[in-house]
């Protein structure tokens, strides 16, 4: 079985459909933000004041490259890293790619009162989210599959990608089919 591989803005839902995704697939769920702050035992947050973001792409990166050999996995990706072709390049190797959208105004909402995402640490929150998701919404869309999440719950979300997924892997078997 491929992986699922959720890419998205912040807010966006990745982890917790991630983590439905998994358990109802019986799946091994991978939270990418987790495991770089597991292997190297500091917050993202922490990470970004300490040794900036060149560094922190540079953990993305080198953990991609070991995640993307596995299978059966669903992946739930950190926010900007569809911003590098590599990245998109080795994850879709093995996996069913999948954005999820919101709207400016949604991931507001969902992410105003957090405090631990570094690149929202500013002013007018709103407008940087603006500024972001307008620049980021194309590397977004290069996804086989965008799930517009704004009025969805996570369960519906979730059955969604269920379903595009069984559509996937359906196309795929009737392809092998015919090359045989
Ligand atoms: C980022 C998103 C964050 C985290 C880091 C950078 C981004 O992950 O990887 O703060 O560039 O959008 P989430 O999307 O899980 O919040």
């Known amino acids: 079985m491929k992986n699922i591989v959720l890419f998205g803005f912040m807010g966006t839902g990745k982890s917790s459909v991630g983590k439905i995704l998994a358990e109802k697939l019986n799946?091994?769920?991978l939270e990418m933000d987790e495991i770089i702050e597991k292997e190297n035992r500091m917050t993202i947050d922490d990470i970004f004041k300490k040794h900036g973001e060149?560094?922190?792409r540079k953990l993305e990166k080198d953990l991609i490259k070991r995640i993307s050999k596995n299978?059966?996995?669903?992946?739930?990706?950190?926010?900007?890293?569809?911003?590098?072709?590599e990245n998109v390049r080795l994850l879709s190797k093995?996996?069913?790619l999948i954005s999820l959208m919101a709207s400016e105004k949604v991931v507001y909402e969902r992410v105003k009162d957090?405090?631990?995402r570094p690149l929202?640490?500013?002013?007018?929150?709103?407008?940087k989210i603006k500024e972001m998701l307008d620049y980021r919404k194309l590397f977004y869309e290069r996804a086989g599959y965008c799930i517009?999440?704004?009025?969805?719950?996570?369960?519906e979300v979730a059955e969604e990608v269920v379903r595009y997924v069984k559509g996937q892997i359906n196309e795929d078997s009737k392809s092998k089919i015919r090359r045989t």
Do not use: R, W
Request: a negative charge.
């Open 148 to 155: 517009d999440t704004s009025d969805k719950t996570k369960e």
């Open 27 to 29: 799946m091994s769920f």
């Open 54 to 56: 060149v560094y922190f």
């Open 94 to 96: 093995k996996g069913i």
């Open 114 to 116: 957090e405090t631990h």
């Open 71 to 85: 299978s059966s996995s669903v992946i739930s990706t950190g926010g900007g890293v569809v911003l590098d072709e």
């Open 120 to 127: 929202l640490k500013t002013e007018n929150v709103l407008q």
